[in-house]
């Protein structure tokens, strides 16, 4: 056995009665994991609310979306299409159109988000298993039907079951004209009925209504112009692949975004948040760990004639000073690893059994989301590391410059 660890366990681990030096060596053991196990419970709460937020996105938007990068719409024809499908991972190519709109359901309104798309959408199953009343359906026999969000369900008292009443569509298409008498000329209208209710997350269910495309085409005037184009792909695991290859085909005209570069400032910020309450809670480490350095000190003073011995039989300067960055080392080990195993504990508990909730009624899920990652226990475990070196060097010098003026007398 290494003689310094040696050394340092036996002062560590000394059976006899405890001093004030053991009881502080415990309270820094008991500080080192509780901060441990802070830092995996808040970062991994961090990763869990990443991926609750991407996986309301994705039931909500595309995997890859493609924008123009000049203009708001651009032109859409059956060989711009047929270009982008003959991408190897391309599976269905949605066309979007989207605006806002004045909707009016009996005597209530409101303006809300009309996101017109072609019926492949259905293909697309992002909102399958999130409607909460009627069908999933754009068109029957026919007929066209309107998907609305359940908050746009609630302010205009929509009744899906209602064959009586339709959702009343009016946008805005000539502003130049508002001195005319005749109000025709400042917007067009159309009717549709709601055929079914989506509830995904609060911001998208107060305002979205989707349509199908031809319905908001002529809605809008829009003729062969599309505001986006949504792709989804075979396998997730090629999407940055498909994506290259998008920007290759289409040119510099065109963005093709990633879900997460759809919500890139949302993602972002989330990712600041988790830094800087890593280095928040670090810094906290760092201040839990000023009872080690008091503890290596006092243990510094009091090992006085243990030094004097050691230094008689042989030891070296090296190894006195190697004993207390051992115990340094020893005291923040035990402790980073009774954190590690708790921290890891609760977290499992929550994913498991919610020991935590959110709190709220219409939340998306009940209990605060989890999810834990070697990288954090990695990145919690190196920062231990360097944080007891830190608060270990001066103790540890002491130790040594005790040793040379032993040595020296």
Not at 164 to 186: G, R
Not at 328 to 350: E, K, P, R
């Amino acid at each position: 056995m290494n003689l310094s660890l040696f050394i340092a366990k036996r002062y560590f681990f000394s059976k006899r009665k405890k001093n004030f030096i053991n009881i502080i060596s415990i309270l820094s053991v008991v500080g080192v994991a509780f901060s441990t196990a802070s830092l995996i419970i808040v970062l991994s709460v961090f990763n869990g609310l990443g991926d609750l937020l991407g996986s309301i996105n994705n039931s909500f938007d595309p995997p890859l979306k493609i924008e123009s990068v000049l203009g708001k719409s651009f032109v859409v024809d059956e060989g711009f299409l047929n270009k982008i499908k003959s991408i190897a991972g391309v599976e269905i190519v949605t066309e979007v159109i989207e605006d806002f709109a004045y909707v009016r359901y009996r005597d209530a309104d409101m303006v809300a988000t009309i996101r017109g798309v072609s019926d492949n959408f259905i293909d697309q199953k992002r909102l399958e298993g999130h409607i909460v009343a009627g069908d999933l359906k754009l068109r029957e026999n026919g007929v066209p039907f309107a998907i609305v969000g359940g908050g746009v369900r609630y302010t205009l008292s929509i009744a899906v079951e209602d064959d009586m009443y339709a959702l009343q569509v009016y946008y805005i298409k000539n502003t130049k004209a508002s001195v005319s008498l005749d109000p025709s000329k400042i917007y067009s209208r159309q009717s549709i009925r709601p055929g079914g209710v989506f509830s995904i997350e609060k911001n998208f269910d107060e305002n979205y209504i989707f349509m199908p495309l031809d319905f908001v085409e002529e809605l809008l005037n829009y003729e062969n112009k599309r505001t986006a184009l949504e792709v989804k792909i075979s396998d997730a695991s090629t999407i940055y692949t498909v994506q290259q290859e998008l920007k290759k085909v289409l040119g510099e005209d065109f963005r093709v975004l990633t879900n997460e570069e759809q919500h890139k400032d949302l993602y972002r910020l989330l990712k600041l948040e988790k830094l800087f309450t890593f280095l928040a809670l670090s810094i906290l480490l760092l201040v839990g760990s000023i009872n080690i350095f008091f503890s290596l000190m006092m243990l510094a003073i009091d090992k006085k004639k243990d030094i004097t011995i050691l230094s008689a039989v042989g030891a070296d300067q090296d190894l006195i000073r190697r004993v207390f960055l051992t115990e340094g080392a020893l005291i923040s080990g035990i402790g980073a690893t009774l954190g590690l195993i708790i921290g890891g504990t609760i977290c499992w508990f929550q994913d498991h059994y919610g020991l935590v909730s959110m709190g709220m009624e219409n939340a998306v899920i009940p209990n605060y989301p989890v999810k834990m990652q070697v990288l954090d226990f990695v990145y919690t475990g190196l920062v231990i590391v360097l944080v007891t070196m830190i608060v270990s060097i001066y103790p540890a010098s002491l130790a040594a410059k005790t040793y040379s003026t032993e040595h020296l007398g």
